[in-house]
């Protein structure tokens, strides 16, 4: 699957069409301060045992697509939906400038 590096869509914020970002989202570390995750962290020290069954079997053949749209007018991101499953993607340029490319190649030939 190929998506469009820059695609026009809603902007929530500008509260119309404009030019938008495509970006794929960055995992981010856990967060060490919140109660729940220091619980964690204590049952894990020490001689003590996983507090959730561990997760078995075979892993999905395909991950889920988590994609970021910024909007190149007020520079904010935001998702769309809830992301989909994909075995290949790609995020391509506009082909613009390719074809730019391309005819500056047929102009050095001439
Ligand atoms: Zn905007």
Do not use: W
């Not at 469009?4 to 856990?30: D, G, L, M, S, W």
């Not at 962290?41 to 561990?54: H, I, M, T, V």
């Not at 889920?64 to 391509?92: A, M, P, Q």
């Amino acid at each position: 699957m190929i998506i469009p590096k820059k695609q026009k869509r809603y902007c929530n914020f500008c509260r119309k069409h404009t030019e938008h970002i495509v970006e794929e989202a960055k995992r981010k570390p856990r967060r060490q301060n919140t109660k729940s995750q220091k619980r964690f962290l204590r049952k894990l020290a020490g001689y003590g045992s996983f507090p959730k069954e561990n997760p078995k079997g075979r892993e999905k053949p395909t991950k889920k697509l988590d994609l970021r749209y910024k909007c190149t007018v007020c520079n904010k991101k935001h998702s769309i939906g809830e992301g989909f499953r994909v075995k290949k993607f790609e995020i391509k340029a506009k082909e613009a400038k390719e074809e730019s490319k391309a005819k500056e190649e047929s102009n050095v030939v001439k």
